[in-house]
C-alpha cells in the first residue's frame, strides 16, 4: 500500500531554519523499518491548472508491503512517533491519503 502525506507549514516556520528542521526530521522519519520505499518533496514547478494544487509545503510518499507493515508504523513505530511528537507544532495542516 501507498501512504502519502502533505504538510502545509505553519507561517513562523516557512523559513531557512524551519524548512532544515522539516527536512532532517523527514530524513530520520524515512528510516523507519517498516517502510519499504520512501521519498519526500516539494511541490513540483508543473503549470498551474484548475486540478492541482501547489499549496502545501512538503509532501511524503511511502510504500508498504503489506497493510500490517503499514498499522505498525502507525501504532507502534517510535520513529514515526518521535516524528510526529516532536515537530506537530510546526505543521499548521496535514492531510494523509492511501492508496490500496
Same mark, same amino acid.
Request: net charge positive; glycine share 12%; no cysteine.
Given at each position: 500500500m501507498e501512504h502519502h502525506v502533505y504538510f502545509w507549514l505553519k507561517d513562523e516556520f516557512k523559513n531557512e531554519?524551519?524548512?532544515?528542521?522539516?527536512?532532517?526530521a523527514l530524513a530520520e522519519l524515512m528510516k523507519s523499518p517498516n517502510i519499504s &520505499? %520512501?521519498?519526500?518533496?516539494?511541490?513540483a514547478a508543473t503549470e498551474v491548472r484548475p486540478v492541482t494544487d501547489h499549496s502545501?509545503?512538503?509532501?511524503i510518499s511511502f510504500h508498504f508491503d503489506t497493510m500490517e507493515a503499514h498499522e505498525k508504523y502507525q &501504532? %507502534?513505530?517510535?520513529?514515526?512517533?518521535a516524528f510526529s511528537g516532536g515537530h506537530?507544532?510546526?505543521?499548521?495542516?496535514v492531510l494523509v491519503m492511501d492508496l490500496a
Open positions: 531554519v524551519g524548512g532544515a528542521r522539516m527536512e532532517a &520505499k %520512501a521519498r519526500w518533496g516539494k511541490p502545501w509545503d512538503y509532501g &501504532k %507502534a513505530d517510535p520513529i514515526h512517533d506537530r507544532e510546526m505543521w499548521a495542516k
